[in-house]
């Protein structure tokens, strides 16, 4: 009976153990559990010092195999991955107790990922690779692994709510309660090659109670929680994956990129009162809406920076290559927000001359392209009944937030403030990388950190509890 006891303590610490986070799930639980055991089974005869030596041992495997051992010399570094359709970014970062610290970025053209949908995986591995091994070359460090950004049209949010009853009477809520609430919101019917990326919670319900952040240690008998469920194709995230892993790079997470590029560039304010935003990508334009703090929407439109460049080419039937240089240095989303008309030099497709062409033309072939978008975004929003839940207005993330004039566009469109996004957080980040552009690889890498973060904390309590348990069920 004494050993059945010590069993069913091993059971808890086992799910403890591998519900501490998101990302954790039944596999996880059962193997950890399985381990467990039998470990356990094979110490038994050793009496119950031995025992608990071994439990010990294994749970701290599977704490450290979380990425929640007290950080080491190689573990102090971080890694995002950001593969997109124009290009791949890989940032090196150094994490220490107190701070995250840029070390490099690597960059290379990317031509293998079309809105987020690989099409030709050799040049995929081929980017990422180059990427890595300029970041590599500038921080003097090795790439083992990495989190990397999941981004596209494949990818779904829904809100959602589950809960449970606690029992007959009220009692404590504990951990393993509140993972138990989580699963079951989560559990929504996904078609077969749909996963989920994420499960983020709005608000914890105790007894019909609402607009709890954190029911831990409360008393009740019933127990919701409503939360935003983040799914995405199987088959293109594990392409994903599998590109990365070619290119000699672990995945130790991933993360939906407007997420990401929230954590470096959101204000906690601008969350809180209610905000979207923009994470505006090659292929695709990604939408994440805040409000009260936590994720209420999630989105993506079939719009990006790449339109407004093929709209520039057959326009002014000029290069691709060409296009986007004119997109970056000479663009104005449209005519009325021109300073003077400049003229402008181009080069012609083929061997045909170069020309010359003014600012109000290139202004007059992008507007109907961005009043397309910004209506898009409009419509989105609109759709889902919280376009009045944003006061905080929009923030413009990603390459395509630099076209010159589309911020004040967005500003008359919507009648709220507009701005563009700047990455945060990462000391000694240099001002060319201080852009839109890098916030998705830039906000990985925090993702990361503050991720090992809450799981070093985690480990600490979890073994004081194996420990506790143990003692009691002897």
């Known amino acids: ?18 519900s501490g986070g998101e ?11 399985e381990s467990f055991r039998a470990a356990v089974r094979g110490a038994s005869s050793r009496g119950r010092a031995a025992k608990t030596e071994v439990a010990l041992a294994v749970a701290l495997r599977f704490v450290g195999a979380g990425g929640v051992s007290p950080l080491g010399k190689r573990d102090r570094y971080l890694v995002g991955l950001d593969i997109g359709s124009t290009k791949t970014c890989a940032l090196i970062a150094e994490q220490d107790e107190e701070q995250v610290r840029f070390l490099a970025l690597g960059a290379a053209e990317s ?7 690989i099409v030709n995986l050799d040049a995929t591995v081929s980017s990422i690779r180059r990427a890595v091994e300029e970041a590599e070359g500038v921080a003097g460090v090795p790439v083992e692994s990495a989190v990397m950004g999941v981004a596209g049209g494949h990818v779904r949010g829904v809100n959602s709510r589950g809960g449970i009853t606690l029992g007959n009477r009220p009692r404590d809520i504990e951990r393993e309660d509140v993972r138990r609430a989580v699963d079951a919101a989560r559990n929504i019917t996904l078609p077969e090659d749909r996963e989920v990326l994420h499960v983020l919670p709005h608000e914890f319900i105790v007894d019909a109670q ?3 952040r954190d029911p831990l240690g409360m008393l ?3 127990l919701e929680v409503n939360v935003h469920v983040v799914t995405a194709s199987a088959s293109a995230t594990q392409n994903l994956v599998t590109a990365a892993n070619r290119a000699g790079i672990l995945i130790s997470d991933t993360v939906l990129e407007p997420l990401a590029s929230a954590e470096s560039c959101l204000l906690q304010d601008e969350r809180d009162l209610g905000c979207c935003l923009l994470d505006i990508g090659g292929g695709t334009t990604e939408l994440i809406v805040y409000g009260g703090g936590v994720v209420r929407h999630t989105s993506a439109i079939g719009v990006g920076g790449d339109h407004f460049t093929n709209d520039l080419a057959v326009g002014l039937r000029t290069p691709i290559p060409e296009a986007e240089r004119i997109k970056q240095h000479h663009c104005r989303a449209a005519p009325a927000l021109l300073r003077e008309d400049m003229a402008i030099e181009i080069a012609s497709v083929g061997d045909r001359p170069r020309r010359t062409v003014f600012a109000r ?3 007059e072939i992008i507007e109907p392209r961005a009043q397309e978008f910004l209506a898009l975004i409009h419509d989105d929003l609109q759709r889902e009944g919280i376009l009045s839940l944003i006061p905080a207005g929009l923030v413009f993330a990603g390459g395509g937030a630099r076209l010159d ?5 967005a500003e008359q469109a919507f009648h709220l403030p507009v701005r563009i996004a700047e990455p945060r957080g990462l000391v000694d980040l240099p001002e060319a990388v201080a852009l839109p ?29 194996l420990k506790a348990m143990f003692a009691g069920a002897s």
């Not at 004039?405 to 566009?409: D, F, Q, R, S, T």
């Open 23 to 33: 990302s954790g799930g039944e596999r996880r639980r059962v193997a950890c559990r």
């Open 220 to 222: 009740g008998q019933r």
């Open 111 to 117: 031509k293998g990922l079309r809105k987020g949908i």
């Open 437 to 465: 552009d890098y916030a998705t690889v830039a906000g990985l890498v925090l993702y990361g950190a503050r991720a090992r973060r809450s799981a070093q904390q985690r480990s600490g309590n979890l073994v004081a509890k």
């Open 405 to 409: 004039g589309l911020a004040e566009l």
């Open 361 to 363: 033309m290139l202004s």
């Open 210 to 212: 609402d607009g709890i």
């Open 1 to 18: 009976m004494a050993g059945q006891r010590w069993f069913d303590s091993v059971d808890r610490f086992a799910v403890h153990a591998a």
